[in-house]
């Protein structure tokens, strides 16, 4: 299940939250401290009622608050023509005369930019002229500049302190940013239990997103021992708050609770109200999710009345990259809209030209468009474009198919110089990408190996010789002998082809110390799994001499399983050891039938064999083998 990282969900950019102004008393002028804790609603009540015309003669006469609510009435506009001169005059005049909101206010300004040149050092000036008076809200914006080093030196401790002070004074901001410090932080010493404690107090205050903060703390909460103790249960009421006042992320997210069964497998389908809810209100995410909801809850009476299809096109439309990624596969496919390769195209070339760079959809939206590019669908054949696009989604995005469509590029000289190391090192791309995969593999593959095709081709080339580490790769740090990595990587290693390479590289023992054990364990598991070809290279083996002692008959029965599943190379062999008696009585029909088959697949020397055997073979026994290997022909591959 994916999830957005907690810290940019919690530590959001509190200092823009617009500072609810300030206080003031009458007409006469009273020192600010008094007004401290002066709600702006008392504020309001008192100048609202009045004229502006005396709320200005107040002002005049240096009433603070009348100063402050003048100030604020020209910024928003409040029944006058907004003018931020006019407000920046008046707030100014407030400030001056020590009073706190005011200030929070400037700080406010200068922090965002707004009427003013964007100034972190005036910011912080004026929010801690505010702050030092014990203003809850500046006290927290402070500690935000703090703690992203914003017109100060980076401080987390700094942040911290001031993030306390405003928490304990009940602002909500101070205490989710206090939460997250004591949870999150790498430079604070972490404390699970307080940090839930003060997200909590902040959810509990009512804000939608600060229930939406809590809940994401609650999925990716920590025990004292640093263990993840995720609580989806509790998470999940908090989304549901926050979902319940409308807010789409929470919508979002609790539907994801859902739909992943992480509420339980039989509260899956309870994730599509929420989906649709999120959806309606341009969540694109969610958008995105909608239009392939019905492969997974077909039955839903919900569903089928309202149209996914243009809930993704929408998503789409707005720029969401999984959706344009999926409307491109729709169109490609022809699922739920008439195939177009040109509509597929123009929506894949939209999500792999996508801003969001880091996200491993692009890296899939390139392949597929450099498959596009060379099947031309959709767009005209283009396979040097197709190509370029392959080499960027392999080494910008370690995109899985796209390391091995390079290998095969680097190994066959196709677009590329021929380079048989730098297909070994984009093989190992398929399953792992610590590395740029176009150096050689070193340490940092050492928990696993290429998947299926990508280790196929791989233990092929080192099994043909090809791509061997050089000198210069074994001085890298970090370097793993390829023996090392082949024993480490056994669980992968799990295809027939593959084990068959694996067998032939510990037999040859060019890449690795020469293993005949070994080979015999890779090759009998390739073998197990209906290789013929395993099957011919065991026969091999006991011909010359498993453990020094050849054993004829072993390796002709071993022959005659390849043989009998179609190789020629087994057909070969079975024949000659019927020709010469060797673990097998000495049969001349048999020996023939076999050559036939093997060179009817035009395997080298064996039509020589057979017409050499049918020189000292009677008539009838030439028909009877004949008969005997058209009869072979008729059953087919096994």
């Avoid at 801690?128 to 006290?139: E, I, M, S, T, V």
């Avoid at 410090?181 to 107090?201: S, V």
């Avoid at 609650?218 to 103790?229: P, V, Y």
């Avoid at 809209?337 to 509509?343: A, G, K």
Wanted: proline share 4%; hydrophobic share 35%; net charge negative.
């Amino acid at each position: 299940m994916k999830r957005l990282d907690f810290l940019i969900t919690v530590l959001f950019a509190v200092t823009n939250t617009w500072p609810c102004p300030a206080q003031s008393t009458g007409t006469n002028p009273v020192p600010a401290n008094a007004l401290v804790n002066e709600s702006w609603a008392s504020i309001s009540n008192r100048w609202g009622s009045v004229s502006l015309d005396r709320v200005k003669q107040a002002a005049e006469h240096g009433a603070v608050t009348a100063e402050f609510y003048l100030g604020d009435t020209y910024f928003e506009g409040n029944g006058v023509a907004k003018d931020q001169s006019e407000a920046l005059k008046w707030i100014k005049k407030a400030s001056d005369q020590g009073y706190a909101k005011a200030q929070m206010y400037l700080g406010w300004l200068y922090d965002n930019g707004n009427g003013v040149p964007q100034d972190y050092g005036a910011a912080v000036k004026f929010y801690r002229l505010a702050a030092d008076q014990g203003n809850a809200r500046a006290q927290n914006n402070l500690g935000y500049l703090y703690y992203k080093g914003l017109g100060v030196p980076q401080d987390s401790i700094e942040a911290m302190k001031w993030y306390r002070k405003s928490a304990e004074q009940g602002d909500e901001l101070g205490q989710s940013n206090l939460g997250f410090m004591y949870g999150y932080d790498k430079g604070i010493e972490r404390n699970y239990e307080l940090a839930e404690k003060w997200m909590r107090l902040a959810a509990e205050q009512g804000s939608a997103k600060l229930q939406y903060n809590y809940a994401e703390m609650l999925t990716s909460e920590f025990d004292k021992n640093g263990h993840q103790i995720a609580n989806f249960v509790v998470a999940a009421e908090w989304y549901r708050k926050a979902a319940d006042q409308g807010y789409a992320d929470a919508q979002y997210k609790l539907a994801e609770l859902y739909h992943y069964g992480e509420l339980g497998n039989d509260q899956r389908s309870n994730c599509i109200p929420w989906y649709l809810k999120a959806a309606a209100q341009g969540n694109t995410k969610a958008q995105a999710v909608a239009g392939e909801l019905p492969k997974y809850y077909p039955n839903s009476e919900l569903l089928k009345s309202v149209d996914t299809i243009e809930m993704l096109r929408t998503g789409a439309e707005s720029g969401n990259l999984a959706a344009q990624f999926q409307l491109a596969k729709r169109y490609q496919t022809g699922d739920g809209v008439p195939r177009d390769l040109t509509e597929a195209f123009k929506w894949m070339r939209k999500a792999a030209q996508h801003d969001q760079t880091q996200s491993s959809w692009v890296g899939d939206a390139i392949d597929e468009l450099a498959l596009m590019y060379e099947k031309g669908e959709g767009v005209p054949q283009d396979v040097s474009e197709a190509h370029k696009l392959f080499l960027q989604a392999a080494t910008e995005y370690q995109q899985s198919d796209a390391t091995f469509h390079v290998g095969q590029m680097y190994e066959k000289g196709d677009g590329v110089p021929q380079d048989d190391r730098k297909a070994v090192g984009f093989y190992f791309g398929k399953y792992y990408g610590y590395n740029s995969p176009d150096k050689y593999p070193n340490g940092y593959i050492q928990y696993g190996g290429p998947k299926d095709e990508g280790m196929e081709r791989l233990l092929n080339l080192w099994a043909c010789g090809r791509g061997f580490p050089t000198s210069q790769d074994k001085a890298e740090p970090g370097y793993r002998e390829p023996g090392k990595l082949i024993k480490d990587w056994e669980a992968q290693i799990k295809t027939a082809k593959a084990q068959l390479y694996a067998g032939e590289i510990y037999y040859q023992g060019e890449l690795v110390p020469k293993d005949v054990a070994q080979a015999a364990d890779w090759f009998n598991k390739a073998a197990t799994q209906g290789s013929p070809e395993a099957m011919n290279r065991i026969g091999k083996m006991w011909a010359v001499g498993m453990n020094g002692a050849s054993d004829p008959k072993e390796a002709a029965n071993w022959y005659r399983k390849a043989a009998a599943k179609g190789l020629a190379a087994a057909q070969y062999n079975l024949g000659r050891c019927y020709a010469k008696g060797e673990g097998v009585p000495a049969n001349p029909v048999e020996a023939w039938k076999w050559l036939q088959l093997a060179a009817g697949q035009k395997f080298p020397n064996a039509a020589e064999a057979r017409d050499a055997m049918q020189a000292t073979m009677t008539t009838d026994q030439i028909k009877e083998a004949r008969t005997l290997a058209d009869q072979v022909h008729a059953v087919g591959k096994p």
